[in-house]
């Protein structure tokens, strides 16, 4: 296992579920990103983790929560999402914050 | 205005031409540079990163950067439809140290 994977790849909910995201790198790398992918609309960053310690939280509401248990390991917690917030949602790492950032495949989510 | 800004396309290129794509930012201190290429369904790939004034050559890619203008761009020579794709722009915000990619340019070339 290489690079940045994330599961699982695609996601459909309801507005009640509640459902967990996970990306994991195997680069060594010591910070973390979560980023929202939306049609027509610019990447946007919505969390930074910092050797495991959130430096970074882009006003993302409170629906979305995330979790980092160690440098490797990321996870956004997902619960009463709304159908808006159907998109792409990607994991990245890079070797220190501000460093070159390298992308998983991303989680296709669909709220229904 | 922007951080980051981008023609969002779609720019169409013959086989064999020469894809310029542009970018323009607003943090004037900014110092590191990167360009992704995202294909349809896929997530964005790294493939050029530029931190100094001037040309970066890598392979059939360069990079152009001008902080005075405030303008980086990305060359594509001898373009191939495998280069057919979107090309995002991201600059690190310095102070914040947090990247911010442009809306994307969709590139198409055609054979």
């Known amino acids: 296992e290489t690079g940045v994977t994330q599961t699982p790849r695609h996601l459909v909910m309801g507005m009640t579920n509640k459902k967990s995201l996970k990306c994991e790198q195997h680069?060594?790398?010591?910070?973390m990103y979560w980023y929202k992918q939306s049609a027509k609309k610019p990447l946007e960053l919505m969390f930074v983790?910092?050797?495991?310690?959130?430096?970074e939280n882009n006003s993302v509401p409170s629906r979305f929560s995330p979790e980092c248990p160690n440098s490797s390991h990321l996870f956004l917690h997902l619960h009463t999402l709304q159908p808006e917030d159907s998109a792409l949602y990607l994991c990245?790492?890079?070797?220190?914050?501000?460093?070159?950032?390298?992308f998983g495949p991303g989680t296709r989510l669909t709220v229904l | 205005q922007k951080e980051v800004e981008q023609n969002s396309g779609p720019l169409s290129v013959p086989e064999g031409a020469i894809a310029s794509l542009n970018c323009t930012y607003s943090?004037?201190?900014?110092?590191?540079f990167f360009w992704y290429r995202q294909y349809s369904g896929k997530s964005p790939e790294l493939i050029m990163s530029?931190?100094?004034?001037g040309d970066k050559e890598d392979g059939r890619f360069t990079a152009q950067l001008n902080k005075a203008s405030q303008y980086v761009s990305l060359l594509i020579r001898d373009s191939q439809p495998s280069d057919s794709a979107t090309y995002l722009c991201a600059v690190l915000i310095q102070g914040a140290q947090k990247l911010v990619f442009g809306q994307g340019t969709r590139l198409t070339i055609n054979p």
């Open positions: 943090d004037r201190v900014s110092q590191s």
């Open positions: 530029i931190y100094s004034n």
């Open positions: 680069l060594g790398h010591n910070a």
């Open positions: 983790y910092n050797f495991k310690e959130q430096t």
């Open positions: 990245a790492s890079s070797q220190d914050v501000g460093g070159e950032q390298f």
